[in-house]
């Protein structure tokens, strides 16, 4: 069974940068599948940020871009998500999961979500 | 502002059915046959339970169905039972981006 496990900070500076990992279990990230993050903000919905292939071949949502880093670590099972220069309208519930991409064009497993609350 | 419209709620009694619909457009769901439906409780990670549109992942029960019309998919869950209250979101292929639904709340009454 896949499991996806986020975690990190629970609350983040205003201007600071927003560092979470995924921990996988039931699979290795480097035998394929993408690996992506996605958020739910209140009042906004979700959204997709970005997306990691175990290649290191990375995707990004357009408005977030410039802003976003995602990287992984093979060896942990892990990967990454960075996110520079937040303000309030970051706070969110932050999900990683398991994308087919070509393959159907969907989540097939999601971690829980971690809270991320950006304020002073 | 999500990019794919959902009904707020939607409910009905134990044994009913109901549908949600999920409105983009052609650049989105009318677009692509790449659909899919996820189901949240709250506290838990959603579960994927339609993909491609009209596709069940094995373990989802047959109750649950997925359709589309145009810019418009919808999901109608058949013989609602307790455990069905949840939120349920649509998302869909878009080509350079991925794009979710607003989320629509399902009581059971």
């Known amino acids: 069974q896949v499991q996806l496990q986020e975690s990190g900070p629970g609350l983040v500076k205003p201007s600071e940068t927003l560092s979470l990992t995924c921990t996988v279990s039931g699979y290795s990230i480097s035998s394929g599948y993408y690996w992506s993050w996605i958020r739910q903000s209140p009042g906004k919905g979700l959204e997709w940020i970005a997306t990691i292939f175990h290649s290191g071949t990375t995707y990004f949502n357009p408005s977030l871009k410039s802003r976003v880093t995602i990287s992984e670590d093979t060896s942990k099972n892990q990967f990454s998500l960075r996110l520079s220069s937040v303000t309030a309208a970051d706070t969110a519930v932050y999900h990683c999961a398991r994308y087919t991409g070509g393959n159907g064009f969907y989540f097939d497993y999601w971690g829980r979500g971690t809270l991320v609350t950006v304020s002073s | 502002q999500s990019a794919l419209t959902q009904p707020p709620s939607a409910s009905g009694s134990p044994g009913q059915s109901v549908t949600i619909s999920c409105t983009g457009t052609?650049?989105?769901?009318?677009?692509?046959?790449?659909v899919s439906w996820y189901q949240h409780h709250p506290g838990k990670a959603p579960k994927l339970i339609i993909y491609e549109v009209t596709k069940r992942p094995s373990g989802v029960p047959d109750r649950f169905s997925g359709s589309k019309s145009g810019n418009t998919a919808s999901l109608t869950v058949s013989g609602l039972q307790a455990e069905d209250e949840a939120d349920y979101f649509c998302?869909?292929?878009?080509?350079?981006?991925?794009?979710f639904g607003s989320g629509t709340k399902v009581t059971v009454l």
């Open positions: 052609s650049s989105d769901v009318g677009g692509y046959n790449y």
């Open positions: 998302s869909s292929h878009a080509g350079s981006n991925y794009v």
